[in-house]
């Protein structure tokens, strides 16, 4: 039965798309009902059907428009204008078709995935010369898959297409305490697999970056869409590089390694045998920030003893304290 | 209706009519079992598709048919889809998801130097034309997949992958920070969560493996042709790249908050949220060496709560190092 009351729901839906597609006229909700098959007779129930259907017609992204029906009356006709409607002329050659179809399965995401595949769908229901038959292998070369496991993603898109302000929780790096944001996002990035969220921090009242799997709980719209405005020349990739970019690696550590382990001390140092101890190298490095260096060489455990600088050194022996415990 | 057949909503089964008439009138005549195959349908749910838009009748003023098509010995063909007959417009999040992924294609297919890199700059071209302002949104979301040391070695596997050749890699095992040296018969190249890698059969392995492009030390071409096994089976990257196995060892760890990246960065078998912030998480693995090296780099900021074993591995690695120092 729910799939009878489905199929006629289609049938009818389809209906309305031709009949209001091919009439140049604002067609009125009663003649509609006239022409179309399937909607009740009694007139409430016909009202609520009427009003889902053209909701959902307009979800489907069919350009419903509305109009005064005729010169001499105030009754609200309907109607779709081909022109609004008809994705424009497009032909793909056969290389351009494996593309797409490469292209369409980029996305895991919920999200995205139906829409891309939708897309493919179209282009290819609109080109004929050139097209495969979609089931040819994809050409040799490199198959990109984007994957949104966070929550947030979804509604941050939408906020960002629709230029909405959003809220959100945020546990920002190394704090234990939540902190509740108010954003005016200006674009959503994904940088070396992770995704990020950039725009105009309401509550710091300053550009802000927040990586999306720290956002906790869900993301609220907190704005008309349009109420976002991207100041020009703002470029998000920018930003985002910059909240991530390396820092300058400005210290030098000399160390010595066991001849036989710590390979990427090694391989990123300059290394040279231990006159005074075989068995050991003596390499010096260069590194960016003293703790997270301390850190990073404490994990090479009793094959890496620092040698200089003296903090350096302190900072590790502290880090092996930290994990005698 | 079969058993098989999948609930679409009516919304869903629209959306997909209005490709299908326009995909058959575009092409007059076209096979059953191809369309079925692009739509990713049966046979007999395109069948009903069919007969549903056939079905479609306007009752005024005039009463009339608008749709007219037959299918017979395998063939579809229209000879009137009215008003239907082009496709609709891209909706926005589909001409944004479109985008993004050629963009992301176009940047990965210049690392490889491949051919593909034409075509689907002439294909983005298109589709912005065709999507017009629903494709506006498409620039406020951006891919990077930007590892410098990671172009030369794709331009270079790709060209083996092409040839069919074997190549023999040196590759930096971080778990064990150390460099191994291994022959591979290169399966394909992708790029995941950012990040781009050979899939191969590895011959010292003999089993199909992932590796990281910039963890590659150094790659040699060899004159051998490729031979990938029949029964190698490519590695279902969507079901994660690391698929641990139940007879790995499960390592429990306790962090602090300031080390609550682990989580975000190591995939977890599980993540318990503690008091303060605190969380537990569960690592499988074959191989604890890179446990051990991540609790000592966690120092305090961690504690290895399972299994005593490697907590005890830590603690004497520790004892060992500062031992060093006095």
């Known amino acids: 039965l729910e799939v009878a009351l489905s199929k ?72 779709i204008s081909r022109q609004d409607y008809e994705l424009p002329e497009i032909h793909l050659e056969p290389d351009e078709a494996a593309v797409l179809g490469i292209a369409s399965r980029v996305w895991q995401s919920a999200e995205l995935a139906g829409a891309a595949a939708g897309a493919a769908l179209k282009l290819r229901a609109a080109s004929r010369e050139g097209d495969g038959d979609g089931t040819a292998s994809p050409p040799p070369g490199i198959q ?29 790096s190394g704090r234990s305490e939540v902190t509740k944001r108010t954003l005016e996002p200006w674009g959503v990035v994904n940088r070396r697999g992770r995704w990020y969220v950039a725009g105009h921090d309401r509550t710091r009242n300053a550009p802000r ?50 001849a036989d382990a710590g390979f990427a001390l090694h391989r990123w140092g300059r290394a040279a045998p231990d006159a005074a101890n075989p068995g050991w190298d003596r390499i010096a490095i260069d590194y960016s920030d003293p703790e997270w260096y301390a850190r990073y060489l404490a994990s090479f455990g009793p094959d890496v003893i620092v040698l200089d600088p003296p903090e350096l050194r302190e900072a590790v022996i502290r880090q092996l304290k930290g994990a005698l415990t | 209706v079969s058993a098989q057949q999948r609930m679409v909503t009516s919304a869903e089964r629209l959306r997909r009519l209005l490709a299908l008439v326009p995909y058959v009138a575009t092409r007059r005549v076209v096979g059953l079992a191809e369309t079925a195959a692009t739509f990713g349908m049966t046979e007999r749910e395109l069948i009903d598709d069919l007969n549903l838009a056939w079905c479609v009748e306007l009752r005024a003023p005039e009463p009339y048919c608008p749709i007219d098509l037959s299918y017979e010995d395998g063939q579809i063909s229209i000879s009137q889809a009215e008003s239907i007959a082009r496709p609709l417009r ?58 410098p040391n990671a172009r030369g070695m794709a331009a270079t596997l790709s060209g083996a992958l092409s040839a069919g050749k074997r190549v023999h890699l040196r590759h930096y095992g971080w778990r064990r920070d150390e460099a191994t040296e291994r022959d591979v018969d290169p399966m394909r190249l992708l790029v995941v969560e950012g990040r781009t890698y050979l899939e191969g059969w590895c011959r010292r392995a003999e089993g199909v493996r992932l590796f990281r492009l910039d963890r590659v030390l150094s790659v040699d071409v060899l ?6 096994p029949e029964t190698a089976e490519p590695v279902d990257v969507d079901a994660g790249l690391f698929t641990a196995s139940p007879s ?27 008091a303060d912030g605190r969380l537990r998480i569960g690592l499988r693995t074959p191989d604890t060496t890179w446990v051990r090296r991540l609790a000592l780099r966690l120092g305090e900021d961690a504690r290895v709560v399972s299994p005593a074993a490697l907590a005890d591995e830590v603690r004497e690695a520790a004892a060992a190092a500062l031992a060093q120092y006095e």
């Open chain 1, 144 to 172: 990109p898959r984007l994957t949104t496991q966070e929550p947030a993603f979804g509604p941050l898109w939408e906020a960002v297409r629709d230029r909405r302000p959003v809220t959100f929780d945020y546990l920002a």
């Open chain 2, 248 to 274: 790995d060892l499960l390592a429990e760890l306790e962090l602090a908050p300031a080390a609550r990246w682990v989580a975000e960065d190591y995939p977890c078998e599980s993540v318990t949220e503690l």
């Open chain 1, 209 to 258: 970056v927040f990586r999306l799997s720290r956002i906790t709980g869900p993301v609220k719209l907190a704005g008309p869409p349009g109420s976002v405005k991207v100041p020009e020349g703002a470029d998000i990739r920018e930003l985002v590089k910059g909240w991530d970019r390396p820092l300058a690696r400005n210290h030098t550590a000399t160390l010595r390694v066991r």
């Open chain 2, 90 to 147: 891209l909706a926005a999040d589909e001409a944004s998801a479109l985008l993004v992924a050629l963009r992301m294609l176009a940047e990965a297919a210049s690392f490889g130097q491949h051919e593909d890199g034409d075509a689907v700059a002439r294909l983005i071209a298109k589709i912005e034309g065709a999507a017009g302002a629903a494709g506006a949104a498409s620039s406020q979301l951006t891919i990077q997949i930007d590892h």
């Open chain 1, 8 to 79: 006629r729901r289609t049938e009818r839906l389809l209906s309305i798309v031709v009949l209001l597609l091919s009439s140049r006229r604002y067609l009125t909700a009663e003649q509609i009902r006239a022409a179309v098959s399937g909607y009740p007779e009694e007139q409430e129930a016909f009202k609520r059907m009427f009003e889902r259907d053209k909701e959902e017609l307009r979800d489907l992204g069919i350009p419903l428009e509305t109009g005064r029906a005729s010169q001499f009356d105030d009754d609200l006709g309907y109607r």
């Open chain 2, 223 to 228: 004159d051998v042709p490729a031979a990938v």
